[in-house]
Every structure is written in structure tokens, then in C-alpha cells.
């Protein structure tokens, strides 16, 4: 099949269509996801095609959605379900952690839990209060759970199959601010799976780690950059958990200076642990320390403040120009 | 308090006092003073124009979202009007109309639909919680003001808002069960609107009714016809009045039904019929009131005008106040995180002031 | 399923079949077959004595610790002979004895307790769910397993089982909501023994009784007397053959008492009176419907003498079971974390074979 | 006063009381934290002291204890409660992130939420699952809150103390592990306040930064390598929000090499954090990268392999082995 310029909104929503028409054991369930459609419009249609009982809304009580995903999890279904927005997946903690991670662990390896959680996350949409958390360090910090977000529609339609297919819990992040972003994409083309970063952009004189919304943010960057004659080479990290050390670490030893770019606040976050990782690794090839360009240690501001607290491309140049050249 | 489950139980069919044509229906509870209904009429007037005037602020682009109640003014008001000034409302996201009934500043009230900043008014001022977007999270707050002045023997009584669809959260359990083993004066108010923005109420209970939920806390349920603002004033009226004499929490269901979508952003044609909604425009809770009152002589055209022009200065407020574009200081996002910034807050601070200054240089 | 109030209360007292002195109480309810009544009471006996083996194991430190279900055995013996070898049973921590007489082996069913691993025993193979920990969490997952099995039409009901105090925990609402919302087939069992810890089920709620919670849902609430084996046979074998007729999800309130601490560890004395316990004693479950049956012929001393011995069998079971000490494998820290190890884990795993072996070099 | 010898449950016993003592509004409550004491006793002798209005049980759900303790703080009250376990706190999570940390933002300033929420927490005392999260990621990620962990008697005495004057919601820790080990302290004396980190024991050859119950295991490790003839110092961080870049970097300048010993699971955690921050500003003073000992990226395991996840004084001594010794 040919590329064809889709949205990630469509990517995905054609991802949980072919997941569904290829394994009746898939299931798609959250708030308005139904005849809605989801506020996102990423489950639409769906319970057209598959019926009620393959694609439904529930009551509305995120730790009710997930707990009952769990319980169809352990007895042969493969749920997929939608946290409406990334802060209204807070009252599903107890379960995330102390049942979805875990079932498995438990059971010494018995019952696994094949689910896939759907979290449109993250801002840069001009959305109010508790509709834009980057709450990706929680997820990332509990062990049993894989976490991945897509930065462009290919990715998004591969990644979600991949995560569908895999045997345990999967956070998927999806960005909210790239829902409507159009790009060329052969969905028929294999993307590489969960686990795995992949250089979105060669460079030679540093390196952007990036994932998610800032990946777009990044390529920009290093676009402006170039304008000015420092090549920057772009990683996209799409799976934080399991984590690229390989791809992640060759990449910074080729260029020896790096910036970590992420919207999330930046303590204890997965930033703080790319940059705790790969320094770690790659120490002795470091001209500089690893920076990091995040959101700041605040709540997210409401919408007309929003621009301040993203990580920007001239904030990132700026950071990029801090790496102490002169030393080099 | 009691455990007899009779007492506990919300009566078979909502309470109404005065039907969709206007006419007294007969029950066992009280209608009303005139005074109170006449008064209600006009906040029912002012609220149905704040909303139409909030409806055209998000259309010309000055509000980002907005979330209406048009069609439960008799609720927003009736749930204000029954409070003491030292009594304490815990509204969600579509309870704007009944903030400003409480006597907020409609634009402050508006900050968090705005854009501006998370909320707008001075809670312990008003005595009206920061809107709640979280659903149910905000009843156990509400529990807690209400313990919280009930231990320093104050006479407060603490109005909980939500909706259908909040009722399924289980903070809204948690909230109901601490309320009654604490004896706690809080009236839980469920706007029942038949919608949580796409679901209907099947898919949110199979129980009679949602004030069928009380029993299981020893809280007394109660069942009113939400467009019927006498109805709403003697139901809840009722509940402050036993909150506030010790006899616990108490739960009130409202039946009401949004006529509009959840906010400007949803499109409820891909989940119900035009023909679902109209029945529901015929029992409008502001002509009901109205043909009741004029058919007493208890409201003339000359008075209805008068609130008509006093919600228009309110809707004119509204304009001025949203009109103007709001400076946002990139400081404030620093300066509330805690009493005292942290080190590592001033040094983000810092940076940005930098970025700032050396933008204005160029 | 029905909206009807008065179908969906549960009886003002308690269903007794037989009254603590051992004679038949004669109610509507049906007596369950003598057949079914001594199979309980060998189930009862054999219960016991795991109890009382259990609690001597964590004296002779061979269990870390254990939360007995001593005076609770008819609520655990019963909940699971009305179970089908298709059901499932969602238990807790303290149900232990359920789990045993569910038919898992002893030994793994106090892997947990004994600090070997998380759960002993295959919850696929068993249709046991791990035991839960966290309160009321599982009864979400037992809708879930119920669900699943509805879609494919197989005939499963589940058995969720959890205390009075796991009641208050929204995760109890959110279950029974989503079962009753979707008419799933699980039976949720409360084993109301009074206490939560030191907590006193007046703390834990001010209801007429946990079974008035289910009209809240829309699910039918039930009250059986929890030191009658016969009352909960037919109590909650009924719930079984509603919820598997389709009929939806069932909540059953047993009213029993927890006559010994929360576990081991625990210091009643604090909080309660020997005083208070002392009645519950002669309530005992096991002696009440051994008088039935012996007054009706159905057990005499032989009998009864072979059942002790077949839970003295259990008891040696236990004791060899776990007065051998086990290794524990490091490697299962990083096994099973994912179905695949991640590399990172890979690592981390190598670090620790590395001091391993240094240790053994050494 | 002079010093006595007490336990950190003895002295946080202290602090509740003292607190209650000289302040009416302040409260406690929580699951079997009246009659019983807490299940470690931490509550004992309060109710008797107080009554039931100022220390008593609730209902069995911890939502609803955070959910109503901010609506408490939000009138004039100051409420203490505690999680019954650090596993159990979990349910409240959408109150603590969404409401407990936000609400003085949200208002520009005008409620603050100065409440206490003590966790006992972190392993070693043979606990079941469930029973031994070290949790202070989620919540040391979480702006608007404050996360401490004191490491003895002293400290958690005035830390406590300073927690609950603090106008903020503060996150304390409490190390299980060390409820019950006794040490010398004198009540009376002023501790430093939340935020500053505390030069445990003076070395000269690398930093060892710990917190809670991570603090006698690095001092003990200091103690070994001293037999060796390798001088640590020890930094005890006290305070992770607001977190005392000084101290500690000043530390690690000092020596040039530093090991982070935390018990939770390593990634995107606390420790991560701190190896990113210090290596930011420390980079050419470091001789090695800083490295991290902490627990591995697993569900807490069961008593009887809890000793393999522990950081112990090998694990760390061969850590500290590692720093590149050769190239200094
Ligand atoms: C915890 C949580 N989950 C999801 C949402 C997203 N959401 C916002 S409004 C809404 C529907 C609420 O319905 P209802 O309680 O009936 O109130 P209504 O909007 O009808 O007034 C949903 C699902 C939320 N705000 N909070
Ligand atoms: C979510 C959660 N909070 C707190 C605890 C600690 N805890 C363990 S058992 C218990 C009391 C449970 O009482 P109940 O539900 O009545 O069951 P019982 O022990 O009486 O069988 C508590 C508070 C827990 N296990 N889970
Ligand atoms: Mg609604
Ligand atoms: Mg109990």
C-alpha cells in the first residue's frame, strides 16, 4: 500500500480497527468512547463496526475501567482502554500500580495482563486544569509496566499494534497537541518494536533526546539550528520502559554533547534518568554535561501561560549554545 | 440520624410543586413564601442570561470552553438561595451560573473558562470552593469545611454539587459514607441531567434512583423535580435546615436534563435525537415559575422587565470585563506553588526572566 | 434485573436456618439437603483445624504471619461449596481457609503468608484469584473475569469475597456499580465480622445494614446470619443461581464476628472487651449445626471422628509442608516482571549472579 | 533537657504530641490511628490525651482521609493523617496530586492546604506485598509538595515538628525499619529546616548521598571502607523537595566521586534525580561518573529475597570500587 497523509487521530484509530478485526479477543472500553466516539474521536466507529460489546462505554470511574480491564485481562481478553485525559487516569493509580504492574510478578509469571491503557497526555492545547499532566515519570517509575509515545502517525498506528500485541501492560501516550498533525504514513510498513529509539534526525555536533510532543519541538530545533551551522541529530526515544540504552548511548558518543527534551516537570522525571543513565555510561565521551530542557517544577499553567512552560525551540538553543564549545 | 430504612428512602416519584403549566400540584411539602419565589425568579432570569452571554463569549472567541447549564437554572439557583451567608458551596466546572447567584464577580467566576488562571475568586471570601473539574474529588473537600467548622461549633452547612455521571466515582462513596459516620453537615446535590457528556444515566446505574444511594449510607435520600424551582427551594431548603439542626448529611436528587451539549466543544447529534431533547424544552424551569407567579399577581410585565434590564447589566458586565485582553505575569506560575519558592523554583524563575530580557533587548 | 425498592432490600433481620442452640429456625428459606449440610461440616472441621494449625505455625515461626478466620469457618466453607468447578473465587488475605477448601494445596496456599512469594498457587488452573491484599480492589477484577466469561457465553459465576471494613473503599462502589451496570454475574460476598483492625463497623458506616448498599446499584442486598452454615448454603446459593440465571450481580451480607486479633500481630485488648467476645463464643459455627445433624441422625461420633482425622491429615500436611525450608531463587525477582526480561533487568540480574559468585569465590 | 535514648517511633510519637499540645487545630487521623495507636503505634496515647475529636479513626478508604484533610486545612484546620502503609496510600492518589498539591496554586495563593500526610514506608522489616513501597518518586515528582524522610530519632522528631508548622502539604516518610532502633537525641534542640541536606559523618574520597532508611546503611558502609582505608563522607538529603543543591554539591566538589544509595527501584527515581542535578553542576569537578545503588526495577519482593533488593554495604562498597579509582 501506498503513504498516504493521515492524522495521528486517524493512525490510531485505525490501529484499534485492524487490532480488532484481527483478534476478536480485543476489546475497547473507557468514558464516551462508544457512540461518541471519544472526545478525541480516536475510537470512532468502532462500535459501529464491532458492536456493544466490543467496543462500550462505561460508568464513569477510572479505577472501575482499569480494575475491570485487569479481571477481563486474567480471563483471555486483550482490553484497551481510554483515561480521558492524563489527570482524570490519577484515580486508577492503586490498580496501575499495585495490580495492572504486578498481576504478573505476583503469580510468578501465572496470569498476565495483556492491556493496553490509552492516555491522550500532555499539552500545548490551550486545555484548562488537569487536562495537560505529562504524568509519563509516574509510569515509568513502576516496574511491570511498559511505556511508549509516539511522535508522528506511522509510529503511532505501529506502536499501538505492537503495544496490543504485547503480553503485559502498556501505557500508551499520546500526545495530544500531534492528534491533528497531517504527515505522510505507510501504515503497511513494519516499525521497529517496543524497546527501540530511533534517530529521527542526523547530526554531528550534538544530541536531542527526545519523546512524544517534544519530538516535533526537537526536529525544529535542530532545523533552526542548522540555519546557524551546528548540526543537531534528533532521538526519538518512543519507548520509555523498556529504555535504548544502546541507540540512546551510541548516539551521544557520536557527538559527545547532549540535551534531554521533555515537557513533563523535569525532578525526578525520565529526563532526570536519561541524563542519569547515559552519563553514567558515556562519561568519559561527554564534553559537557547532559542538559535538560523541560517543563518547570510547577503545576500546568492554565492555557495563556502554557507557551512560557514548553519547552521551546529558542529554549533549547539556547541550552544547545550552554554545552561549553569553548572547551571542546 | 437514623438507620429506619423508611426514613431513609427517596419517595417513588420527584417532588413537585408546580407542574410544567404552571399549576400548584399538591403534596405533603410546603410551597414556597412568595417572597422566595419571586426572588428565585429573578436569579432565574439573571442565570439563564449569564449563560447565553457566556454561550456568545466562547463563540467571538473570549472563553475558551464553556460548559452550560441552560436548562438547570432552577437547580444553580435554588441550591444558592437556600444558604446562609457563613454556609459554604462546592461547585464543578458547570455550576458558573450558580457562583455568580452566590454573588461571585462574573468575570472572576469565568477566570478558569477564560484561560486566565485555575480560578478566579477568593474562596474563603466567598465561601465558594475553586470549581471542581475532577469529578466527585471536590465532595470529600466539602466534608472536610464541613467537619472542620462543625468541631469549632460554627453553624455552617457546606452545599456539594456534582452530577449523574460523578456519582460513579468512588470518591463520591467515600464522601457520602465520612459525611454520615461523622454526622457531618453537608447537603449532597446531584444535578441528574440524564448525561455524562455522551453516556446516559442507564449506563451510569441500574438503581431506581440515584438518591436510592443514600440508604446505604444512613443518609436520607431525597428525589425533586430539577426544573421546578419551588420544588427545588423546599426540598433543599429542608435538607440545609436538618444538616444544620445535627441530623447529618443529607442527599438530594435533582431530575433535570441538559438541553444543550456538554460544552461548545461536544456534538450530541452522534449520541442522541433532536426529538430526545424537545419535550425537555417544554418543561423550561423559567416559564413555569413565571406562569405561576403571574397567574397570583404575584409578578407583572413591568417587574419581569426590571430583572430582565438587571441581567442585562450583568451580561454587559460579562463583555466588558471579558472583552478586555488580561496581561498573564509569567511570575504567577512561580509564585503559588508553595508559600515560600523553593531554590529550584527561583531558579526557573530566573531563567525565564532571562529569556525575557534578552527578548526585549533584540 | 429490577428497579423495584422492595426487591431490592434486604430483610430487616438476618436469615438464621439454624439458631445457635443447634435447632432449626423456620423461616421461608429452604434448608439445604443434609447431604450438602455434612459436607459443610466436614469442610468446618477441617477449616478449624487449618486455622488453629496456622496460628500455631507463625508461634513456631514458620509463617511470617497469618490473619485467621477462627469463628468466621461457615462464611469460608459455604462461599465456596456453592461454587461450580467452572466459577471463580476472588478472595483476601484472610481467606485462606475458603482457598483450602476451594481445593488448593495448603502449603501453596500460604506461599503469601509464609514470605516465600507473592501467591503459591496457579490462579488459572484453581479459578482462585491471588489473594488480595489491597482492599476491594480484587472485586474489580472479579468483574472483569465475570465479564470475559459472559461475552463468550460461558456459564462462570465469581465469588468476590471481602470484609466490612473493604466496604468503605470506593473500589467497592465502582465494582458493584460497574457488575449491576452490566449485569455481571458475581456474587459479592461481605463477611461483616464487626471489626476492621481495632475499627468498629459503627466507624465504618451508619447504614441499617452493608446489604442496604445494594439498592444504591440496583443490585439485591441480602443479610444471613455468618455462624450458620445452612442459612449461608441457602443464602448464597440462591446469589449463585441468580447471578448465573442472568439475573445480575448479588450482594450478601454475612453477619459474623472476628473472635480472634486481625492477625497474630494485632493487640485487641486495646480496643475491645474480652466482654464483648465472650457471647460470639457460644455462637460458634461449628458446634450449632453439629447439634443439628446429630439431633437428626445425620453425624454420629464415628463419623465425626473420621473427618478429624482427615483434618489432622491437613494439619500434617502443613506442618511438613512448611517445617521444610525452602530456597528462595533471586532469579524469580527478575523473571517475572514482563513476560520478557527487559535488558535493563537483564543487567541488574547479572550484577547480583556477579556478587553471587564472588561471594562463593570468597 | 538532657539526651535520652528513644526510638524514631518513640520520637514521632513526641512530635504528634507536642504539636497537638501547642497547637489546637492540629489533628490526627487515619485508619486505626485512635484506640489502637496505629499499627506501629506511632498514634499511641493520642486519643487518651485529646479526645476523639482531635485523634480518631475514620472509614476505611484512604481517598477519602486525604479528600477530607484538605477540606480540613482548607478551614483553619491542620490536619496530620497517616497511610496505614506506604502500598495503601496509593487510592488517594488523584486527591494528593490533583487537590493536596495543587490547591494553593489553583487558587493564585489564596487557600493553602498546610496538612501533614505521614507514610510509613520503604522495606526491610520482612512485610508482605504491598507492605514496602518506596514510594517518594511519585510524590518528590509531584509540584506543590514537600517530601521529607528523616533518618533517626532526632531528625524525625524535628522534622516532624517542622512539617506540621509548614504552611505546605508535606509528604513525611517514615522509615519502617527504623521505627523501632534506638539512638540518642536531645528533643529540645532545633533541627535544620525542610530543605536542607546534612553532612552525616566528614570523608575525603567519595560522597555517599542517602535518605531515609537508606542513611545507616551508607554510614555503615563508610564505617567498612574506613577499616580499608577508604575515607566517605556521607550526606543525609533529609529533605528531596525542596532538595539543597548546596550542601550536596559542595559535598561531592569535596570529593570529587559520589555513589547515590536509595532503596526504591532506580529508574526515574529520586536517585536519578539527584545524579542528573549534581552532575549538571558538578561535572568538572567529578572523576567518574556518579553512580547509583538502589533497588532494582522490580515489584517489592517477598521477605525472603527482600535482602538481595536492598542496597547493602557490599553493593555499595563495590560501587564505590568502581568510581575509576586508576584515573584519579
Ligand atoms: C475524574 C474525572 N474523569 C473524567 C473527567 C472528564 N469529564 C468531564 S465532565 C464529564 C462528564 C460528567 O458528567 P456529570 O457528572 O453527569 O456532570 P455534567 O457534565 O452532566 O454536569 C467527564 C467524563 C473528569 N472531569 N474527571
Ligand atoms: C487499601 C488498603 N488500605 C489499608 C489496608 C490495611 N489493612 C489491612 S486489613 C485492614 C482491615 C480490613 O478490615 P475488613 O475489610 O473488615 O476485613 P477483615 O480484616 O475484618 O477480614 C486494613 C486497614 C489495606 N490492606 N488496603
Ligand atoms: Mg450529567
Ligand atoms: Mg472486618
Not at chain 1, 498481576?103 to 493496553?116: A, F, K, S, W
Not at chain 2, 475558551?64 to 441552560?70: L, R
Not at chain 2, 409578578?299 to 438587571?310: M, N, S
Request: charged share 20%; with cysteine; net charge negative.
Amino acid at each position: 500500500m501506498a503513504a498516504e497523509k493521515l492524522t495521528m487521530a486517524n493512525a490510531l484509530n485505525r490501529a484499534l480497527r485492524d487490532a480488532m478485526r484481527a483478534d476478536d479477543t480485543v476489546l475497547m472500553f473507557g468514558e464516551d468512547v462508544g457512540p461518541l466516539g471519544g472526545v478525541f474521536r480516536i475510537t470512532d466507529g468502532l462500535t459501529a463496526e464491532f458492536g456493544e460489546q466490543r467496543c462500550f462505554d462505561t460508568p464513569l470511574a477510572e479505577s472501575g475501567i482499569l480494575g475491570m480491564a485487569i479481571g477481563m485481562a486474567m480471563n483471555g481478553m486483550r482490553p484497551v482502554v481510554e483515561m480521558q485525559f492524563d489527570a482524570f487516569a490519577y484515580p486508577a493509580f492503586e490498580q496501575l500500580v499495585s495490580h495492572a504492574a504486578k498481576m504478573r510478578n505476583r503469580t510468578r509469571g501465572r496470569v498476565g495482563v495483556p492491556l493496553v491503557i490509552r492516555v491522550p497526555y500532555a499539552g500545548g492545547i490551550g486545555g484548562v486544569e488537569h487536562h495537560c499532566d505529562s504524568s509519563e515519570a509516574y509510569y515509568a517509575h513502576t516496574p511491570g509496566l511498559h511505556v511508549v509515545a509516539p511522535s508522528d502517525p506511522a509510529d503511532a498506528y505501529g506502536l499501538l499494534r505492537k503495544a496490543i500485541e504485547s503480553p503485559d501492560p502498556v501505557l500508551f501516550l499520546e500526545p495530544k497537541k500531534l492528534y491533528f498533525s497531517r504527515s505522510e504514513a505507510d501504515l503497511t510498513l513494519p516499525v521497529p518494536p517496543i524497546g527501540t529509539a530511533v534517530v529521527r534526525r542526523p547530526g554531528t555536533d550534538a544530541t536531542l533526546i527526545a519523546y512524544g510532543p517534544a519530538v516535533p519541538v526537537a526536529l525544529e530545533a535542530a532545523e533552526a539550528a542548522a540555519q546557524e551551522g551546528r548540526s543537531l541529530q534528533v532521538v526519538d526515544l518512543r519507548s520509555i520502559v523498556p529504555f535504548d540504552d544502546e541507540t540512546v548511548c551510541a548516539a551521544v558518543r557520536s557527538t559527545g554533547r547532549a540535551v534531554v527534551v521533555a515537557e513533563a516537570a523535569g525532578f525526578a522525571s525520565v529526563s532526570s534518568e536519561v541524563v542519569a543513565r547515559v552519563t553514567e555510561r558515556c562519561f568519559h565521551s561527554l564534553h559537557a554535561p547532559i542538559r535538560r530542557v523541560t517543563g518547570f517544577d510547577i503545576p500546568y499553567p492554565p492555557p495563556k501561560l502554557e507557551h512560557v512552560h514548553l519547552p521551546s525551540v529558542d529554549r533549547i538553543l539556547d541550552t544547545v549554545d550552554d554545552l561549553q564549545w569553548e572547551d571542546s | 440520624m437514623t438507620r429506619d430504612a423508611a426514613l431513609l428512602l427517596p419517595s417513588t416519584e420527584p417532588v413537585t410543586l408546580i407542574d410544567p403549566d404552571g399549576n400548584p400540584v399538591h403534596v405533603g411539602q410546603d410551597m414556597p413564601d412568595p417572597q422566595a419565589l419571586v426572588h428565585a425568579y429573578a436569579a432565574l432570569i439573571a442565570a439563564r442570561r449569564f449563560n447565553d452571554q457566556a454561550n456568545a463569549l466562547v463563540r467571538q472567541g473570549r472563553l475558551a470552553v464553556y460548559p452550560s447549564s441552560h436548562g438547570q437554572e432552577a437547580c444553580q439557583v435554588a441550591c444558592v438561595q437556600v444558604l446562609d451567608p457563613g454556609d459554604w458551596l462546592f461547585p464543578t466546572y458547570r455550576d458558573s451560573a450558580a457562583i455568580v447567584a452566590r454573588g461571585v464577580d462574573p468575570v472572576q467566576a469565568l477566570t478558569l473558562l477564560r484561560g486566565d488562571w485555575h480560578s478566579g475568586y477568593d474562596p474563603l471570601a466567598t465561601r465558594v470552593a475553586p470549581q471542581a473539574t475532577p469529578l466527585a474529588t471536590h465532595l470529600l473537600h466539602a466534608v472536610g469545611v464541613a467537619h472542620a467548622a462543625r468541631l469549632r461549633g460554627e453553624p455552617t452547612v457546606v452545599m456539594a454539587v456534582c452530577g449523574d455521571g460523578a456519582t460513579s466515582e468512588g470518591d463520591f462513596h467515600e464522601a457520602l459514607n465520612f459525611a454520615a459516620v461523622f454526622r457531618t453537615p453537608v447537603v449532597f446535590f446531584i444535578q441528574n441531567n440524564e448525561y455524562a457528556i455522551s453516556v446516559p444515566l442507564a449506563r451510569q446505574t441500574a438503581a431506581p434512583s440515584l438518591a436510592h444511594k443514600g440508604i446505604g449510607y444512613g443518609v436520607p435520600g431525597a428525589r425533586v423535580d430539577g426544573n421546578d424551582v419551588a420544588a427545588l427551594l423546599s426540598v433543599l431548603g429542608a435538607a440545609v435546615d436538618r444538616a444544620r439542626a445535627g441530623d447529618g448529611p443529607q442527599l438530594v436528587e435533582a431530575h433535570t436534563y441538559r438541553v444543550q451539549p456538554h460544552t461548545n466543544a461536544d456534538d450530541p447529534g452522534r449520541y442522541r435525537s433532536a426529538d430526545e431533547v424537545t419535550p425537555w424544552l417544554a418543561r423550561d424551569p423559567i416559564t413555569r415559575v413565571e406562569t405561576y407567579l403571574r397567574g397570583r399577581g404575584l409578578l407583572d410585565d413591568d417587574t419581569i422587565a426590571g430583572y430582565g434590564v438587571d441581567a442585562e447589566k450583568l451580561a454587559e458586565t460579562m463583555r466588558a470585563g471579558l472583552g478586555e485582553d488580561t496581561v498573564a505575569d509569567y511570575r504567577d506560575l512561580f509564585a503559588h506553588v508553595y508559600a515560600e519558592p523553593t531554590p529550584q523554583l527561583r531558579e526557573q524563575q530566573a531563567l525565564v526572566a532571562d529569556e525575557l530580557s534578552r527578548e526585549e533587548a533584540r
